[in-house]
């Protein structure tokens, strides 16, 4: 990580001032105003969608907002309803400067592991952007040998613009890729589960089997959420 944008230093608590500002209050662009004083101006930010579920793709994106982007409507995507969500993703790929999302199969997950995983995803969206950003801004940890200044935020999504931003992307994204494997695995509940484990997810798959799309080395998969094999793609 590099310097950190004016107005994020520690309280003297020991909180940050993000976690100690109210939420309903929250000024979601204030990291980007405090980088653009410091001579920043292409800032983008990171997220990913699908980290915790069984079944699915793990999808990230970035995203590069225009200093005068209008962020009403714009928050952490899991506050978002669904239409709120969509109408809002219609504006970011619309009117972002750049953006990009990127997704990494079951597969890979199993093999590579998750974490290693996720980070690769990230990174992949950063140097996939169609325009080169100036300093990076991530949700959660960080994201390392990018040759680009970056900040690693706890709740990025929730306190920055361009992270919440990214976080759209990224789910509504990976929304739609659930919808079509719901349509071809419609036992499973895909198109509202979204691959998370729910209680009738994880019947589905104790009573089907795993498809194709699980991630096998999960624990839920590993420990007797079914027996038999998996299920054959269409």
Known sequence: MTDRPSGSNESAGGRTLVQAMDPAILDLGRYERGLRAQGFSLIAGVDEAGRGALAGPLVAAAVILPAEFDLEGINDSKVLTRLQREAAFG?????????????????????????????????????????????VLTDGFPV??????????????????????????????????????????????????????????????????????????????????????????P
């Open 91 to 135: 504006r970011i790929v619309g009117e972002a400067v750049a953006w990009s999302a990127c997704r990494c199969m079951p597969t890979r997950i199993d093999n590579r592991g998750l974490h290693k995983t996720n980070v690769w995803l990230l990174r992949r969206c950063i140097t996939t952007l169609s325009v080169e950003p100036d300093y």
């Open 144 to 233: 390392k040998r990018l040759g680009i200044p970056n900040l690693s935020i706890k709740k990025g999504d929730a306190v920055t613009a361009s992270v919440a931003a990214a976080s759209i992307v990224a789910k509504v994204t990976r929304d739609k890729m659930m919808d079509r494997y719901h349509r071809r695995f419609p036992a499973y509940g895909f198109d509202h589960n979204r691959g998370y484990g729910t209680k009738e997810h994880r019947d589905a798959i104790r009573q089907y089997g795993p498809t194709p799309i699980h991630r096998y080395s999960f624990k839920g998969l590993r420990t007797g959420y079914y027996d038999g094999d998996r299920v054959e793609e």
